[in-house]
Nanobody, 124 residues
Framework: QVQLVESGGGLVQAGGSLRLSCARSGRTFSSNVMGWFRQAPGKEREFVAGIKWSGGSTYAADSVKGRFTISRDNAKNTVYLQMNSLKPEDTAVYYC?????????????????WGQGTQVTVSS
């Protein structure tokens, strides 16, 4: 089993920044790929960014490229999502997810483990 615990959400004004954290524990060999997803009310869960623990390669959705950055701290077993220039349309519950293997996935169905989610609200 893999446990994921998110933190760092909150309320911020448009143009502001937040940093989300996802602490990983358990069977880390089953969670080489980490992803951030978000889900707004009435919408499907969508991919935001992903990273591999091995090698550190990353991928981000077009909607957040240039504004959001995903990174990892191996020593702390933690993945971060730095969010800058936030917009009201970024408002959602943000989830951390993990999967095994070597391929970065962009579909929620490809991930095996999920955190509880953290709310991000951006006011205009």
């Amino acid at each position: 089993q893999v446990q994921l615990v998110e933190s760092g959400g909150g309320l911020v004004q448009a143009g502001g920044s937040l940093r989300l954290s996802c602490a990983r524990s358990g069977r880390t060999f089953s969670s080489n790929v980490m992803g951030w997803f978000r889900q707004a009310p009435g919408k499907e869960r969508e991919f935001v960014a992903g990273i591999k623990w091995s090698g550190g390669s990353t991928y981000a959705a077009d909607s957040v490229k240039g504004r959001f950055t995903i990174s990892r701290d191996n020593a702390k077993n933690t993945v971060y999502l730095q969010m800058n220039s936030l917009k009201p349309e970024d408002t959602a519950v943000y989830y951390c997810a993990a999967r095994g293997g070597l391929q970065l996935g962009v579909r929620a169905s490809e991930y095996d483990y999920w955190g509880q989610g953290t709310q991000v609200t951006v006011s205009s």
